[in-house]
């Protein structure tokens, strides 16, 4: 694999953490909002109970992830700073062959 290439991936796997990140947010949101409707009247404790274990664990994993994408970031953009002339050089010889 040469170093566009991983570069790509790189910038691919650090939209599909975003993305993964972003799906655990609203799964949140989600678990909120039914955690504050059976507050607001039908008091199931069985719920009540259930959903705030589901929203601790998930907002244990958005945690985790934030961390992972966080550190992903990083490698990433040492991988490109330290590669950037190599990278350049890859992406204009591959935009000369698609315009062939």
């Known amino acids: 694999m040469d170093k566009l290439q991983k570069f790509e991936l790189m910038n691919k ?3 599909e953490l975003e993305d993964l ?3 655990q947010t609203v799964l ?4 909120g909002q ?3 409707d059976n507050m607001n009247g039908l ?5 009540e109970e259930h959903l705030g274990d ?13 961390e992972i994408f966080a550190h992903f970031e990083e490698q990433r953009d040492e991988f490109a700073k330290a590669n950037q002339s190599d990278i350049e ?3 204009a ?3 000369i062959d698609s315009v062939k």
Not at 43 to 47: H, V
Not at 54 to 66: F, L, R
């Open 13 to 15: 796997i650090a939209r």
């Open 21 to 23: 990140q972003n799906s």
């Open 28 to 31: 949140m949101s989600k678990i």
């Open 34 to 36: 039914i955690e504050v």
């Open 43 to 47: 008091n199931d404790k069985y719920l």
């Open 54 to 66: 589901m929203h601790a664990s998930i907002a244990s994993n958005v945690d985790k992830i934030s």
């Open 89 to 91: 050089a890859a992406q």
């Open 93 to 95: 010889a591959a935009t």
